[in-house]
């Protein structure tokens, strides 16, 4: 149990993290609060299934063609959907959850309400000090470490990364130097969604796809941003393995622990607002006061 403990929190906890930090960076510079923001995770799920079964294409080729469609299609859904409302904080909350219903519908009429799984890109276990993990398991640890160490370099060691920073500390200062802000906030939204479609490319072989599966981890990923601060990157990425690892002990420690987890993570995220509700590091919150 205690192993089942140790790799679950592991392997969620990574998963939460990249689709957290995903979702700070979108809200963190283009003031967006994206409902959306896991259907396209479960986009790219369903996109990896279609492209092996009916594209009959290796799973890497899939895992690319897969992230690059949904990082391009959300481009577009946001110079369409997103950008004209986008200073009207309520019209763009409505536009993003109308986004991922039309996701999730047109999924649904095109695949069936089925469970469908992927195969496995990797086979066999790994032991280490007595915890069994499966090689699946290691690779997206191993992806989710790289994407995560990627996106640190970027915003702390480029001048991409710099303007990124700029526009979500003062986005009329940032204007007043220069700085296009309309297309910081656009390359902003393509590096969250390409972290939420590469969550879903590494989750793929791991857990079944269905047209529901987007709900889930928002409930969750909600819970970790308002647990780490709104914003905060590093607050996303602590609170994304501490609701990992206690939905884990809920799962495994509890009976029916399985049906509580979203409650758990609720629970928590209630808890944070009304104790702390700038979260571990509510930067954004402490700005605006």
Known sequence: MLQDIL???????????????????????????????????????????ALLKYGGLHFLPAIVLSVAGVTALSLVFYKLVIEPVRQHESAVLISTIALALIIQESLLVTFGGHFLGNPTLIEGMFVLAGVSISFQQLLTLGIVLLVLTATWWLLARTRLGLAIRATANDQEVANLMGMNVRRVAMIAVAISVMQAAIAGAVVAPLFIVDPLMWLTPLVTILSVVVLGGLGSIKGSVLGAFIIAYVEALTVFLVPAGSFLKGAVALVIMIIVLLIRPEGLFGVVFEEER
């Not at 679950?8 to 994206?34: D, E, M, Q």
């Open 7 to 49: 790799v679950a929190g592991l392997v969620n906890g990574s998963v939460y993290a990249l689709l957290a930090v995903g979702f700070s960076l979108i809200f963190g510079v283009a003031r967006i609060v994206n409902i959306a923001h896991t259907a396209f995770y479960m986009l790219a799920a369903y996109g990896i299934y």
